[in-house]
């Protein structure tokens, strides 16, 4: 009788173990929520690149940096998965490599999921580079985001056009990373429903500060607070 309740314990406890080591690999990939691109650094870099480099899409070894190979094989991994083509590892991309990142919750659909993802990421952007702006300021900024992605010659995703190296400042110096203000969100939600006060603009600085001498050949059409907004 004993002998059956010792192995009937043991075989509790290996299962016990099984589950909570299958947990703890579902709570590491789950804790992915994040966003990747050109610079980012890290494990959750090195284990999408392992599964890049697993897939055939990236040659070499799993660093942790993000740079030029990761970001090219990002690129052929979008492609090849029908997914939005930006370089950037965010949560549709996270999914399609299995890292289960902004999965449906309740019934709230993938569509309003991804919209209210862009409209966090826009309202970051707009606290890292105009939130001691007026109101209109911070919408401005958003509207020059949104008319990048219809530009030709930028990306054409919210993502891909924040991330794009070297392109604005909050990310280089890392305030995209703090929490988006209550008007930054209001001033993403007027940007994306069209709200444009720039009149088309793609480009923005502070004259005060910008050190770009190749900014000062873009043609001012507006200027709000202390940005000029220019094409």
């Known amino acids: 009788m004993k002998r059956v309740v010792f192995i009937s314990l043991s075989l ?8 909570l080591l299958n947990s703890a690999y579902l709570v590491q ?15 959750t870099v090195r284990r999408v690149q392992q599964k890049l480099i697993n897939w055939g899409y990236l040659y070499g070894y799993a660093d942790g940096y993000f ?5 090219d094989a990002v690129i052929k991994f979008q492609r090849k998965n029908g997914l939005r083509v930006d370089g950037v590892v965010g949560p549709e991309t996270f999914n399609a490599l ?17 919209r209210q993802n862009e409209k966090i990421l826009l309202a970051k952007a707009i ?14 900024v958003g509207a020059v985001v949104l008319n990048r992605i219809r530009n030709p010659s930028f990306p054409n995703t919210i993502a891909g056009v924040i991330y794009q190296p070297g392109a604005f400042t ?31 603009c793609i480009y923005y600085w502070n004259p005060a500060t910008a050190t770009s001498r190749w900014i000062w050949s873009r043609t001012i059409i507006r200027v709000i607070g202390k940005h000029n907004f220019g094409i």
Do not use: H
């Open 12 to 19: 509790t406890v290996i299962l016990l173990t099984i589950f």
């Open 29 to 43: 990939d789950v804790f992915a929520q994040e966003i990747l691109y050109w610079g980012s650094q890290g494990e």
């Open 67 to 71: 740079g030029q190979l990761t970001f």
């Open 98 to 114: 299995g890292m289960f990142v902004g999965t449906r919750q309740g019934g709230t659909s993938r569509g309003s999921t991804t």
């Open 127 to 140: 606290t890292g580079e105009a939130r001691g702006e007026p109101y209109i300021g911070q919408v401005a």
């Open 170 to 200: 909050a990310v280089s110096d890392g305030q995209i990373n703090l929490p988006p203000t209550q008007t930054s969100m209001r001033a993403a939600e007027d940007a994306l429903n069209g709200w444009d006060p720039t009149g088309g």
